[in-house]
């Protein structure tokens, strides 16, 4: 399972950015069940950003509320649409997802971080 993220850069306060998140599972069957969203700053522990599952079903961190949509438009994609961008969310994007396979179970992956920076 490879997790690959894009979609981030430099934007100004208030600014939006997008973010994608695409799963390459080879292989046997499989069910991509959670996509999440987490970001990490120097000197704070990974914080989890968003979430969707399989039936769309989504949670949002408190700081992000009202500003930022994850969405799903495939099966192993999930976009995190960020608005109203701000100072404080500056940091490193991490997609993740939970695989199921039947002959590993339910896996959590990790792909590489996308930075997101917020500057004027």
């Known amino acids: 399972v490879q997790l690959q993220a894009c979609g981030g850069g430099l934007v100004q306060p208030g600014g939006s950015l997008r973010l994608s998140c695409t799963a390459s599972?080879?292989?046997?069957?499989?069910?991509?069940?959670?996509m999440n969203w987490y970001r990490e700053t120097p000197g704070k522990e990974r914080e989890l950003v968003a979430g969707?599952?399989?039936?769309?079903?989504t949670n949002y961190a408190d700081s992000v509320k009202g500003r930022f949509t994850i969405s799903r438009d495939a099966p192993n994609t999930a976009d995190l649409q960020m608005n109203s961008l701000k100072l404080e969310d500056t940091a490193l994007y991490f997609c993740?997802?939970?695989?199921?396979?039947?002959?590993?179970?339910?896996?959590?992956?990790w792909g590489r971080g996308t930075l997101v920076t917020v500057s004027s």
């Open positions: 993740q997802a939970s695989v199921w396979a039947p002959a590993s179970g339910s896996v959590w992956y």
């Open positions: 599972v080879s292989g046997s069957f499989h069910v991509i069940n959670i």
């Open positions: 969707i599952n399989s039936r769309g079903i």
